[in-house]
């Protein structure tokens, strides 16, 4: 005995034209009940998550990145590292920096590494690194200042900070290094 085989029904999703790529199709009349703007990729006007373009340095390639603003300022995927400018001074000086004067938002609990790098008399490369944690368990939203210690002497200084995922949200308002500039020529 054979058995009936039921109609199918008529295919609703996606509400776009197959084979238009993302946003560039046209709307598919009846059935669908989203309307996807074509000038935002094919990404939902409601999510208010915004794609930005970004270059990856390993592979060579541009991908899209989404920052979701819901979700706070920490990462659990990504690292992070900031490179502030090269400290010039007078050609030929040595600096010494003693000292980090930090001034951040506190949105949270966060650790990260601070790096001064720069080179010696004659030319080599060095460094120094410390590791720090600073915020609250509640985040207060006011600014507060905390000191990073840690000594270097050499020329063209640079800071950094980097930061592994998920090390808690990062918002530095100011920095400024503190420290001594030789007065004689080298």
């Not at 000594?151 to 200084?157: C, H």
């Amino acid at each position: 005995m054979a058995v009936p085989v039921p109609p199918k029904p008529p295919v609703t999703s996606p509400p776009y034209s197959p084979g238009g790529g993302g946003g560039g199709g046209t709307p598919a009349t009846g059935g669908g009940t989203v309307n996807i703007p074509n000038s935002n990729g094919g990404v939902f006007a409601q999510s208010q998550i915004a794609l930005f373009p970004c270059y990856n340095v390993y592979n060579s390639r541009v991908e899209y990145h989404a920052l979701d603003p819901t979700q706070g300022f920490n990462d659990p995927l990504a690292a992070r590292h900031y490179s502030w400018r090269v400290e010039q001074f007078k050609p030929y000086r040595q600096a010494t920096i003693r000292r980090l004067i930090v001034t951040f938002k506190d949105i949270g609990q966060a650790t990260m590494t601070w790096t001064i790098t720069g080179v010696n008399d004659i030319q080599e490369v060095i460094s120094k690194s410390v590791s720090l944690g600073f915020g609250n368990r509640t985040p207060t939203n006011r600014l507060m200042t905390v000191p990073v210690d840690f000594m270097l002497t050499g020329m063209n200084l640079q800071i950094s900070v980097d930061q592994n995922p998920n090390d808690g949200p990062l918002c530095i308002v100011q920095m400024f290094p503190v420290g001594t500039i030789e007065e004689n020529e080298l």
